[in-house]
């Protein structure tokens, strides 16, 4: 499954620091967020989520901070370690209620942990 | 921790040709969902199914492209006549819940068409 584009911004980060992946999005009428892992070989794995009526959430090792009024998402990861590695999208769903949950993906960050 | 199943893991076929893609869904789910991934580009929505039904479909979800539950398990998608421009990786998701919740993906299946 591998989501490797030829121009994915790419985050270089030391092992044991914290990385910040960052992500605007399009549609001020998304009410859900959602932030996935995808490493080489696999399909997105869902790492943490974040409703419109928050700011902040927090999930093991991992925090979402939502800013409706510039309509920025970023995943904070603390104490990254090379399992890390790995490329991130943000999703947002518009009409949460729907049935479809139809999700509009993020083009992604490739995050690279160095040793 | 339960997962998502897509068969085969790569399909080559050639252009005009129909392929089949499969997928076990989460035993316990209700929704199901096709995307798409191009190479280089972004994960696309597709379809999604509930209740035996599509719920919604999306503007490359054209005549070519139909879903099936043939039995309690199963999901499939198929294209009746593939198009070069069909090769992508396809991504099978599902979710037990209605409204905002995740959904969880299989690992796809690379379709190439030549």
């Known amino acids: 499954g591998e989501s490797v584009g030829l121009h994915l911004p790419t985050l270089s980060v030391q092992e044991g620091d914290n990385s910040i992946i960052n992500c605007a999005y399009s549609?001020?009428?998304?009410?859900?967020f959602i932030w996935y892992k995808q490493e080489s070989g696999k399909g997105p794995q869902f790492i943490i989520d974040?409703?419109?009526?928050?700011d902040k959430r927090q999930g093991q090792r991992v925090t979402v901070l939502l800013n409706k009024t510039v309509k920025h998402l970023s995943l904070q990861i603390a104490a990254t370690q090379p399992g890390d590695s790995a490329v991130y999208f943000c999703?947002?769903?518009?009409?949460?209620?729907?049935?479809?949950?139809?999700?509009?993906f993020g083009g992604g960050t490739r995050v690279l942990v160095k040793p | 921790e339960p997962e998502v199943t897509q068969t085969p893991s790569h399909q080559v076929t050639q252009m005009g040709q129909e392929v089949i893609l499969r997928c076990v869904p989460i035993?316990?789910?209700?929704?199901f969902y096709w995307y798409r991934q191009i190479l280089g580009q972004k994960v696309e929505f597709l379809v999604s199914?509930?209740?035996?039904?599509?719920?919604?479909k999306s503007e490359i979800f054209d005549d070519q492209f139909s879903v099936e539950r043939p039995d309690g398990s199963n999901f499939t998608l198929k294209i009746r006549s593939t198009k070069l421009e069909d090769s992508a990786m396809y991504f099978c998701?599902?979710?037990?819940?209605?409204?905002?919740?995740?959904?969880?993906f299989g690992n796809g299946t690379r379709l190439t068409v030549t």
């Open positions: 549609n001020s009428a998304s009410d859900y």
């Open positions: 035993s316990n789910h209700l929704y």
């Open positions: 998701a599902s979710k037990q819940q209605g409204g905002n919740s995740p959904l969880h």
């Open positions: 999703a947002e769903n518009k009409d949460g209620g729907a049935a479809g949950n139809k999700l509009t």
């Open positions: 974040i409703r419109s009526n928050m």
């Open positions: 199914f509930y209740n035996n039904e599509i719920s919604e």
